[in-house]
């Protein structure tokens, strides 16, 4: 199972044999996940923690992107910015987005815009489920897996035809269209969609010219095909462009007014050959390219004196093979090699353009000590050598012991790092209206981490599960601005430096129950601490206190479902120079909860589903700190066709 199952389709394993009923979810032995291992394993199965959002789910929460997917999920805290194409990023258990590893289908997306990878970008037609992997990663992934993992895997077709079309309209002329098709028949399949997305924005604080939500459409298509060139060779090639037009409206202190613009193209390509043995064993090659656009405009009104434009060209070429061996069936072990060449342009940068190279040896072997009781051991180490900081070893030990049928004990310890971004290294950045330049350093070091987790996950019966999880980040050479020159209104130079070190730990706890066959829930609860260790503060923006709930319904019958979902997050502190002094003072933002309310009714079997809700249903949000989406009411349609393959019949 482990080197012939797909990352997105369920696969029936044979049922165990246990003395006692498995407590397990029947879902565990369906649900195949990848990002913990970098290989095919059923999630009951894994030794590292993982959590999936599965199609069902996110088909469920009505979410319109991969933002929308993780808003309500435990330990993560969404984090919206509407000053250009860094939109939408995400923190996870105390750490900010430029510490998370974002993937799609395993591979490395790219356009971070001042460390964030915007999640708005990622259309939830195209997902089929979402793992998320926390703790430390960088033994597998590399640079940037401090925090942990998310990677995003594309939907496939598995039936002879599928079609699925979809319509939603609300609050501020919200509008989304998108679109599916598919098949599989012999040793094809194949599956396109396309999607079109407008909003005309918002704006949280009419006193100002200043709006907070940006106007803009976007387009999306992607193609997912296929082809067993027999038994034991798979190709397959993924592609997707998107292309995003925003547009909103900034104000500073002086009165003076901004139209600004933000035109950003994405677009990607991957071709991963598959070659499987009977030992049982699997090379699997991996060729990427993804390419980002970013035309970005600030045209003042009545005056010319502060106009900027910039155009931000990212590309990324990745090459990558690992092969998997299992051995005497106890060792599943897996090494590979990876290449990244990266080339940024951008009129921020002092050389006008930079390039980088990396290169990438990592192994693991996933060693089953005892089956009863079962007692996992991973060891794994990557080696990064990269053209502009030099080489990096990142070693992870893993434990998995179930110490009885119900109960899972984990543990992971290791090291990881963030490698500098092209920005902190070569960034020449001026803005004369507020005395200021800042400017990148090519001797900066990369930000590194030790980092540990330890959780139990228990089974109390079957469908109700009580999960709990420690963890733990010591982070040292932070890269940050230069704060000893920092004062307002000055003509200063500021330079990144390796200055800083913080530490986050904290736990989560989380209880899952499925109280029939149409009622289940979920509750969760995250305690944070994280702080500033060389200015003896919080970090920003995180809330010590941080909990979410979920309740679904669906009557089989009648066709109906509904579901509710709340987050609510503690006070958080910022800090900011309000009296002009060079000294920052600490800001409160008081407690929120966003809550979101859907409900849905299949008719003809389900082929026709009419939906409506609202979103942040308590209206939380400011637009200083806290730019969600106001109050937003939706209602659509959906439409699917399934035609099923035709099963084999043995001849007579």
């Known amino acids: 199972m482990l080197l012939t199952a797909t990352t997105a389709t ?17 879902k565990e032995s369906k649900t195949v996940v990848v990002t913990s291992a970098r290989t095919e394993q059923a999630i009951g199965d894994v030794a590292v923690s993982t959590r999936v959002v599965d199609r069902a789910a996110i088909e469920a929460s009505g979410a319109e992107t991969l933002a929308g997917v993780l808003e309500e999920q435990p330990g993560l805290q969404i984090i919206r910015s509407f000053a250009g194409a860094g939109g939408v990023g995400i923190q996870m258990q105390g750490l900010d987005s430029k510490y998370v590893l974002i993937l799609v289908d395993g591979q490395r997306a790219t356009g971070r815009v001042g460390g964030v990878l915007d999640l708005s970008r990622f259309p ?31 939907r496939r077709a598995s039936r002879k035809l599928e079609v699925d079309a979809r319509a939603r309209y609300g609050s501020f002329h919200t509008s989304d269209l998108s679109a ?43 193609q997912r095909t296929e082809f067993r060139v027999r038994r034991d060779v798979n190709l397959g090639l993924i592609a997707d462009y998107q292309r995003r037009d925003l547009h909103g409206i900034d104000s500073n202190a002086a009165g003076a007014v901004f139209d600004r613009n933000n035109l950003t193209q994405t677009t990607s390509v991957s071709f991963i050959p598959e070659i499987t043995w009977d030992a049982p064993a699997r090379l699997r090659l991996v060729a990427h390219l993804a390419h980002f656009d970013d035309n970005f405009v600030l045209d003042q009104r009545k005056s010319s004196a502060l106009d900027q434009a910039q155009r931000t060209k990212d590309t990324l070429g990745q090459f990558g093979a690992q092969y998997d061996h299992m051995i005497a ?15 940024l342009s951008t009129p921020r940068l002092a050389t006008a353009s930079s390039d980088r190279q990396r290169f990438a040896l990592y192994a693991q072997d996933e060693w089953k ?37 119900s109960f899972t004990l984990r543990a992971s310890a290791g090291l990881g790092f963030r490698a500098p971004s092209f920005r902190e290294l070569y960034l020449a950045f001026a803005n004369p209206a507020a005395g200021y330049r800042v400017t990148g350093n090519p001797e900066l070091k990369a930000e590194t981490a030790r980092s540990a987790t330890a959780g139990v996950a228990w089974r109390l019966s079957p469908g109700r599960t009580l999960t709990f999880d420690y963890f733990h980040h010591r982070l040292k050479d932070l890269i940050a601005l ?10 200063n130079a500021f330079q990144y430096t390796n200055v800083g070190a913080a530490r986050s730990q904290g736990v989560e706890a989380a209880l899952a129950v499925k109280f029939t066959d149409m009622v289940d829930a979920e509750v969760s609860y995250t305690f944070t601490d994280a ?20 309740v679904r319904w669906k009557h089989p019958r009648w066709g109906t479902s509904a579901q509710v979902r709340t987050a609510v997050f503690g006070k958080q502190f910022y800090y900011g120079d309000n009296d002009g002094d060079g000294v920052e003072e600490p800001l409160r933002v008081s407690p929120y909860a966003n809550l979101d309310v859907r409900v849905a009714q299949d008719i003809l079997g389900g082929k026709l589903t009419f939906f409506a809700g609202v979103d942040n249903l308590l209206n939380a949000g400011d637009a200083a700190y806290l730019p969600l989406v106001p109050r937003l009411f939706y209602g659509g349609i959906s439409a699917r066709i399934r035609t099923d393959l035709p099963k084999r019949t043995r001849k007579p």
Not at 15 to 26: A, H, K, N, Q, S
Not at 330 to 343: D, K, M, N, P
Not at 373 to 392: A, C, K, M, W
Not at 482 to 491: I, V
């Open 329 to 343: 069936g106890r060792h599943l072990f897996s090494a590979g090699i990876e290449t990244q060449l990266e080339y």
């Open 369 to 405: 000590i005892a089956l009863k009781p079962l007692i996992i051991v991973v060891p794994g180490v990557r080696l990064d050598l990269d053209s502009q900081f030099g080489g990096y070893g990142s070693p992870r030990l893993a434990f998995r012991i179930d110490p009885a049928e």
């Open 531 to 550: 702080r500033d260790l060389e200015l003896k503060r919080r970090l920003p923006g995180r809330p010590m206190h941080h909990s979410s709930a979920r």
């Open 180 to 222: 599916t098709i598919g098949g599989a028949r012999g040793r094809w399949s194949t599956r396109w969609s396309a999607g079109w997305h407008y909003t005309a924005g918002f704006d949280r604080d009419r006193s100002t010219p200043s709006t907070t939500g940006a106007r803009g459409h976007s387009f999306n298509a992607s």
């Open 10 to 26: 369920p696969v029936h394993a044979a049922p165990p044999r246990r003395e006692r009923p498995d407590v397990r979810p029947p």
């Open 482 to 491: 230069d704060a000893t020159t920092l004062m307002l209104g000055s003509d």
């Open 124 to 154: 939830a037609e195209d997902i089929a489920q979402v793992e998320i992997v926390k703790g430390p990663g960088s033994s597998l992934y590399g640079a940037d897996a401090i925090a942990g993992v998310i990677n995003i895997i594309t």
